[in-house]
């Protein structure tokens, strides 16, 4: 549909979508999902690589953190505390729109470099990049030009990538 727009109808992708057998297909709460087995291996990888991170790296910070923002919410301090003191390679922020999640990523991004090391943020979009910019983040960069680029991911070794909106 994206390629194809103005030339592709629904009945036109229901048929392909009918005739592909190397496609997977399941339903997820009460609807159709379909991908494919690499989509699947690539995802798996990603869970592997979670969690065989679990408990098997160092904290970021030991120290109690003094926060600067001292107006951040019980939770969002606690999403900061957790960040700087996880010993899990992959962490997770999560929370509503509008709760202040890029609100506490500024305070946790001091703190990281505070401790020596480099915050790469990263967004899915490029409007998504623009408001990372806008918040105090102007080196943001789209996923993919993170993934376009093998200079800048081996810059990440060692150091913290921030995936915002993931």
């Given amino acids: 549909m994206q390629y194809g727009v103005g030339s592709v109808t629904p009945e036109?992708?229901?048929?392909?979508?009918?005739?592909?057998?190397?496609?997977?297909?399941?339903?997820?709460?009460?609807?159709?999902?379909?991908?494919?087995?690499e989509v699947l291996a690539e995802e798996k990888r990603m869970l592997d690589f979670a969690?065989?991170?679990?408990g098997n790296v160092a904290p970021i910070r030991w120290d109690p953190h003094a926060f600067t923002r001292t107006w951040l919410n019980a939770d969002q301090k606690a999403a900061v505390r957790h960040v700087?003191?996880?010993?899990?390679?992959?962490?997770?922020?999560?929370?509503?729109?509008?709760?202040?999640?890029?609100?506490?990523?500024?305070?946790?991004?001091?703190?990281i470099s505070a401790a020596g090391l480099r915050v790469v943020a990263v967004a899915p979009t490029a409007a998504a990049r623009d408001v990372l910019r806008a918040d105090g983040f102007p080196e943001?960069?789209?996923?993919?030009?993170?993934?376009?680029?093998?200079?800048?991911?081996?810059?990440?070794?060692?150091?913290?990538?921030?995936?915002?909106?993931?």
Avoid: N
């Avoid at 969690?51 to 679990?54: A, D, F, K, L, T």
């Avoid at 003191?85 to 500024?106: N, P």
């Avoid at 996923?143 to 913290?160: F, I, N």
């Fill in 12 to 37: 036109a992708v229901h048929s392909e979508l009918a005739a592909r057998t190397d496609l997977r297909r399941a339903t997820f709460r009460g609807h159709a999902v379909v991908s494919t087995p």
């Fill in 51 to 54: 969690r065989s991170g679990v």
């Fill in 84 to 111: 700087l003191t996880t010993t899990d390679r992959v962490t997770a922020v999560r929370g509503g729109a509008g709760v202040g999640k890029t609100t506490l990523m500024a305070e946790a991004a001091e703190a």
């Fill in 140 to 166: 943001a960069q789209t996923v993919a030009h993170l993934l376009q680029s093998q200079a800048t991911r081996e810059s990440l070794r060692g150091q913290v990538l921030w995936v915002d909106e993931a």
